[in-house]
């Protein structure tokens, strides 16, 4: 699901393009959006290109490529799944063994989708409930999210698993966290504090990190545990 102010550039990236084969420059887009500045027509790019929907083209000025549309997104989305056993991968990146004992999981709600740009609304309503292995887990209440987007692969976060969240609104320095920014969108990053600010790294050298101010960015819960269906 895209903001409403996502759909917006979108849709006018895509029709500026089909009428006349190049797309709008960042002013046309700002005064397209009626926003004030063409910091947020960045950070509105920035979180099409994460979720793919948008591709910037190298060595071309003013060169963005629209790879998909809402339509086609939720078509390829709507497809089921096919039932998976979990391959369990800790939030340090180190894999380790599925649980053998059916009894040694814990039921977790499963909150939706994430990615730059998510709305947080996307987060805060239970999709279903799974079971998750009790070893990953430890102390405090924890919930599940799909990963949309390429942002952290890195990190060995890829599109479509799932990750295992405890929520919190503290971090250190270098934790992988799921990150309210600017009270509208929600994104798994790692956090870096840099003197007064707070960067949001992601995981995917064709991504740039990003830098708010302290008040900019709240933590909603820490990377603990991440599980992959294969097919």
Same mark, same amino acid.
């Given at each position: 699901?895209?903001?409403?102010?996502?759909?917006?550039?979108?849709?006018?990236?895509?029709?500026?393009?089909?009428?006349?084969?190049?797309?709008?420059?960042?002013?046309?887009?700002?005064?397209?959006?009626?926003?004030?500045?063409?910091?947020?027509?960045?950070?509105?790019?920035?979180?099409?290109?994460?979720?793919?929907?948008?591709?910037?083209?190298?060595?071309?000025?003013?060169?963005?490529?629209?790879?998909?549309?809402?339509?086609?997104?939720?078509?390829?989305?709507?497809?089921?799944?096919?039932?998976?056993?979990?391959?369990?991968?800790?939030?340090?990146?180190?894999? #380790?063994? =599925?649980?053998?004992? $059916? %009894?040694?999981?814990? *039921?977790?709600?499963?909150? /939706?989708?994430?990615?730059?740009?998510?709305?947080?609304?996307?987060?805060?309503?239970?999709?279903?409930?799974?079971?998750?292995?009790?070893?990953?887990?430890?102390?405090?209440?924890?919930?599940?999210?799909?990963?949309?987007?390429?942002?952290?692969?890195?990190?060995?976060?890829?599109?479509?698993?799932?990750?295992?969240?405890?929520?919190?609104?503290?971090?250190?320095?270098?934790?992988?966290?799921?990150?309210?920014?600017?009270?509208?969108?929600?994104?798994?990053?790692?956090?870096?504090?840099?003197?007064? #600010?707070? =960067?949001?790294?992601? $995981? %995917?050298?064709?991504? *740039?990190?990003?830098?708010? /101010?302290?008040?900019?960015?709240?933590?909603?819960?820490?990377?603990?545990?991440?599980?992959?269906?294969?097919?």
């Amino acid at each position: 699901m895209l903001t409403r102010k996502q759909h917006e550039l979108l849709m006018f990236i895509h029709e500026r393009i089909k009428e006349t084969g190049v797309s709008p420059s960042f002013d046309e887009m700002k005064e397209a959006l009626d926003l004030a500045s063409k910091s947020g027509i960045h950070r509105l790019i920035t979180a099409l290109e994460e979720r793919g929907f948008i591709r910037r083209l190298a060595h071309r000025a003013r060169a963005l490529e629209v790879t998909k549309l809402p339509e086609q997104a939720s078509a390829a989305s709507g497809r089921a799944r096919q039932p998976f056993r979990p391959d369990v991968i800790d939030g340090g990146g180190v894999r #380790s063994p =599925a649980p053998q004992a $059916a %009894n040694d999981t814990r *039921e977790l709600p499963l909150l /939706g989708k994430i990615a730059a740009g998510t709305p947080i609304a996307a987060i805060q309503h239970e999709r279903e409930r799974m079971p998750v292995p009790e070893s990953m887990l430890g102390s405090g209440d924890h919930y599940v999210l799909e990963i949309e987007g390429d942002s952290m692969i890195e990190a060995g976060i890829l599109d479509g698993d799932l990750v295992v969240i405890r929520r919190g609104d503290t971090a250190n320095s270098g934790e992988i966290v799921v990150a309210l920014v600017e009270g509208e969108e929600a994104t798994l990053k790692r956090l870096r504090r840099r003197g007064g #600010s707070v =960067a949001l790294e992601p $995981a %995917n050298r064709n991504y *740039e990190t990003r830098i708010f /101010g302290p008040d900019q960015v709240a933590v909603q819960g820490k990377l603990v545990g991440l599980m992959r269906r294969y097919h």
